[in-house]
């Protein structure tokens, strides 16, 4: 059973509008979570992450969500670009178990940004 | 800086054939990791170095074996390649600090298995 989740295969998005990438965990135990953007042909490039001691985190044009009580967080990319076309993978963590930072994926949301 | 580097970046196998994956990084990074990605399913783990000297099975280890040369580099072998194994493999390396907890990827392999 996959503990992280990205029930949206892809999406389309306007560019200059908000692009908002959701996903899904089932362990508790996970406190570390990651947004990875993929290139065709290249690996994941690491984009943005967050501590479970907070509920938002940003970096210019993306901002990520928590929320520990649904086991929710979501990817805000604003404005949203052409070159942001790409497949964008979540992954968490359990920062305090001895395996340190081992990553679960999820399926990956293809995002395609149309000029 | 290279980073992660893969070789090599194209593969096809018969069914039976053995062949190696090499991996190696030059960030200094204490934990290397193998992942393969299939369509729908993300990147699985498949085994992982913490340390030199130490390896570790994954979600998805059968099929394969690893080695850590050294601290740069980590191995991936399959034995007796199947076609369930046809898959991009990655691999990666992170620094595992208190503070770091990104890992950072190479260019991936692309196998295919006839």
């Known amino acids: 059973d996959q503990q992280v989740k990205q029930n949206s295969p892809s999406l389309s998005v306007q560019e200059g509008r908000i692009s908002i990438l959701n996903c899904d965990y089932t362990?508790?135990?996970?406190?570390?979570f990651l947004w990875y953007k993929k290139y065709p042909a290249e690996g994941p490039t690491f984009l943005i992450s967050?501590?479970?001691?907070?509920d938002k985190n940003e970096d210019g044009r993306f901002t990520v969500f928590l929320n520990k009580s649904a086991k929710h967080l979501s990817l805000h990319i604003v404005p949203s670009q052409p070159g942001d076309s790409a497949v964008y993978f979540c992954?968490?963590?359990?920062?305090?178990?001895?395996?340190?930072?081992?990553?679960?994926f999820g399926g990956g949301t293809r995002l395609m940004v149309k000029p | 800086n290279a980073g992660v580097t893969q070789t090599p970046k194209f593969q096809v196998l018969k069914t039976g054939q053995s062949m190696t994956l090499q991996c190696a990084q030059d960030m200094n990074h204490n934990s290397m990791y193998w992942y393969r990605q299939d369509p729908g399913m993300g990147l699985r783990l498949i085994y992982y170095s913490a340390s030199e000297g130490t390896t570790d099975k994954g979600e998805v280890p059968n099929g394969y074996n690893v080695s850590r040369l050294n601290k740069r580099e980590f191995s991936l072998r399959l034995e007796s390649a199947a076609p369930s194994q046809t898959s991009v493999y990655f691999c990666?390396?992170?620094?595992?600090?208190?503070?770091?907890?990104?890992?950072?990827f190479g260019p991936g392999t692309r196998l295919t298995v006839t």
């Open positions: 362990n508790s135990m996970f406190d570390y």
């Open positions: 990666a390396s992170s620094a595992r600090t208190s503070a770091s907890y990104e890992q950072y």
């Open positions: 967050i501590s479970s001691i907070k």
């Open positions: 992954a968490a963590s359990e920062v305090q178990n001895n395996a340190g930072n081992m990553l679960t």
